[in-house]
């Protein structure tokens, strides 16, 4: 059986006592059994929220693929790690498209979380336009053939895919079912053909895009949908422990 995960990109939101108030009462409520949480609050925060729960995991939205020296302003791998985190995104589409993060830094950012013992949560998606005419599969495996995909089992194995579509992002839009199976479906294939059936039958593959607990419950339901990548949704207790309880 493959894991399931339900992951909150907290993303440039909370201060550090809101934050702390949110984590604490994640960390409170019931935990749906056999689901692994995740949460990806601001770099800063993390030393703050690592010591308040040890059945919640915690994540870096974003590193440096270096562990150290002059590099104004970034956050090392090797801090990331010492901060407390075990998951690193890599790949979401608001860094690629607000700070131009290209495929070959985030093919050195994956490279460097798995040397580093950082599970990478590698986001890919198309933008509207390209599926609107019909091309979302040649372009989310092009984002995964330059990135990810040059690990090798034991690598890929030690990681974690994230399908936001970005016109589903923070948008309300969500994915539909179909929609969403059939693009996780073409990933796993791609999964097999690369790396075999049995690796392909591991991967989580998470959906993200205005995932919120109206519509997880179907979205979960899918075969090949293990899970989610919420962002606004995750910003309330109940909101994401309704997602979480959504299998
Ligand atoms: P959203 O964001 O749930 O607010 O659409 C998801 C994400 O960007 O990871």
């Not at 800063?44 to 270096?66: C, M, R």
């Not at 539909?176 to 591991?202: C, F, N, P």
Request: with cysteine; proline share 4%; net charge negative.
């Amino acid at each position: 059986m493959r894991k399931k995960i339900v992951a909150g990109n907290w993303k440039m939101n909370l201060n550090k006592l809101e934050a702390q108030v949110l984590f604490r009462a994640i960390d409170a409520s019931p935990k749906p059994e056999n689901i692994e949480l995740i949460i990806f609050p601001v770099s800063v925060h993390l030393g703050k929220l690592a010591d308040v729960s040890s059945t919640i995991a915690l994540g870096v939205q974003n590193f440096y693929p270096e562990e150290k020296g002059a590099f104004t302003g970034e956050l090392s791998v090797t801090q990331a790690k010492d901060s407390g985190a075990e998951y690193a995104l890599i790949g979401h589409s608001e860094r690629r498209s607000i700070f131009g993060e290209d495929a070959e830094l985030l093919r050195s950012k994956v490279d460097a979380a798995i040397e580093h013992g950082l599970v990478p949560v590698f986001c890919c998606g198309e933008p509207l336009e390209l599926r609107e005419i019909g091309e979302q599969d040649d372009y989310v495996k092009a984002q995964l053939i330059d990135s990810l995909f040059h690990l090798d089992k034991d690598q890929i194995l030690k990681c974690i895919i994230a399908y936001e579509p970005v016109w589903a992002i923070g948008t309300g839009i969500t994915a539909t079912s179909d929609q969403a199976e059939e693009m996780h479906a073409a990933i796993r294939q791609w999964l097999e053909e690369k790396y075999g059936r049995a690796v392909a039958d591991i991967v989580p593959i998470l959906y993200g895009g205005s995932c919120n607990p109206s519509n997880a419950g179907e979205l979960f339901a899918c075969p090949n949908v293990d899970g989610g990548l919420i962002g606004g949704a995750s910003l309330d207790a109940i909101s994401f422990m309704t997602i979480a309880g959504s299998f």
